[in-house]
C-alpha cells in the first residue's frame, strides 16, 4: 500500500520561502515521474510541479515557475519543493503523488494528509 506523507508546511509572510517534503513508502518513487499538487479553499486540486523520473526535467504552473522549485532523492525515497517569494494566492494544502505520465496532470494513488501552506500579505 502506497502512503504519501507530506510536512514542512507552516505560517509564512509574503515574501517568505517553505520547503516542503514528502515521504514516500510502499512503492519507489525510482523509475517514477513525481509531482506536487495544491489545493485552495473552495478551489479544486491543481498541478503545481513535476519532475522526471531521471531528474533531468521538470515543469511547473506558470504562476509558479521561477518562485518553486521541484527535487527528489531516490535514495531516500523523498521528494521536494523549494518555494521562495511567496504570495497569498499559494496558500493551500500541498500534495504530493506518482504522476500518471510526464504530461499528465493527475495523480496516480490516494491522496495523503497533505500539509498546509499559509501566506500572510
Known amino acids: 500500500q502506497v502512503q504519501l506523507l507530506e510536512s514542512g508546511g507552516g505560517l509564512v509572510q509574503a515574501g517568505g520561502p517553505l520547503r516542503l517534503s514528502c515521504t514516500v513508502s510502499?512503492?519507489?518513487?525510482?523509475?517514477?515521474?513525481m509531482g506536487w499538487f495544491r489545493q485552495a479553499p473552495g478551489k479544486g486540486r491543481e498541478f503545481v510541479a513535476g519532475?522526471?523520473?531521471?531528474?533531468?526535467?521538470?515543469r511547473y504552473l506558470d504562476s509558479v515557475r521561477g518562485r518553486f522549485t521541484i527535487s527528489r532523492d531516490d535514495g531516500k525515497n523523498m521528494v521536494y519543493l523549494e518555494m521562495n517569494s511567496l504570495q497569498p494566492d499559494d496558500t493551500a494544502v500541498y500534495y504530493c503523488?506518482?504522476?500518471?505520465?510526464?504530461?499528465?496532470?493527475?495523480?496516480?494513488?490516494?491522496w495523503g494528509q497533505g500539509t498546509q501552506v499559509t501566506v500572510s500579505s
Open positions: 503523488n506518482f504522476l500518471e505520465s510526464w504530461g499528465s496532470s493527475g495523480g496516480i494513488f490516494a
Open positions: 510502499g512503492r519507489t518513487i525510482n523509475g517514477y515521474d
Open positions: 519532475i522526471q523520473w531521471d531528474g533531468d526535467y521538470s
